[in-house]
């Protein structure tokens, strides 16, 4: 690219997405994804701790991080005394989904900016050490795939949990 180099290239931190719909859209996309994940996440923590709803409910949204949410979740069907429900792909698919997590913890906590005449879209991770390595492009269909392996993931864990289990109205079975 005749001496362009990405990693020099300076950028403006930004408040807002006017500059990309694409992303904007996205993201708003992420987010909604991301809340049906984890109401799947509470079926299972419901269903492997045998606690009414509202017990699960009130005590899921007490743990404080997604990752310990995930971590509580995986323990209680590890140790879930049941032969009627696949455990161990349960706890496959929580595990996928707790490493989407980390891709979805660089967008949700970074540092957003764009170049000067805003037609490239960068997130700053701060928590990598290398600073070489802090900063990657976005675009909008890196977060629609993202969306879309979520999705998989979530609808795959929900047809594993009991079909008893409180699910969000779009897994509810007929």
């Not at 419901?46 to 699960?56: D, E, G, L, R, V």
Request: hydrophobic share 45%; aromatic share 8%; charged share 25%.
């Amino acid at each position: 690219m005749g001496g362009f180099d990405l990693d020099t290239l300076e950028t403006i931190d930004i408040e807002d997405l006017e500059h990309d719909p694409e992303i904007a859209i996205a993201l708003g996309n992420l987010v909604v994804a991301w809340a049906m994940a984890e109401n799947v996440l509470l079926g299972a923590f419901c269903a492997a701790s045998n606690m009414h709803i509202n017990q699960a409910m009130f005590g899921f949204h007490r743990i404080p991080t997604l990752e310990s949410k995930i971590k509580v979740t995986v323990g209680l069907v590890e140790n879930w005394a049941t032969h009627d429900y696949p455990t161990d792909a349960i706890v496959a698919f929580i595990e996928k989904i707790g490493e989407l997590a980390t891709t979805r913890n660089e967008w949700i906590h970074g540092i957003w900016s764009t170049t000067e005449n805003k037609k490239r879209t960068y997130v700053y991770n701060m928590r990598v050490r290398n600073p070489l390595k802090r900063r990657k492009m976005v675009h909008a269909n890196a977060i629609r795939q993202h969306i879309k392996a979520l999705i998989e993931i979530t609808d795959a864990l929900a047809d594993c949990l009991p079909e008893e289990t409180p699910l969000p109205r779009r897994f509810v079975r007929v």
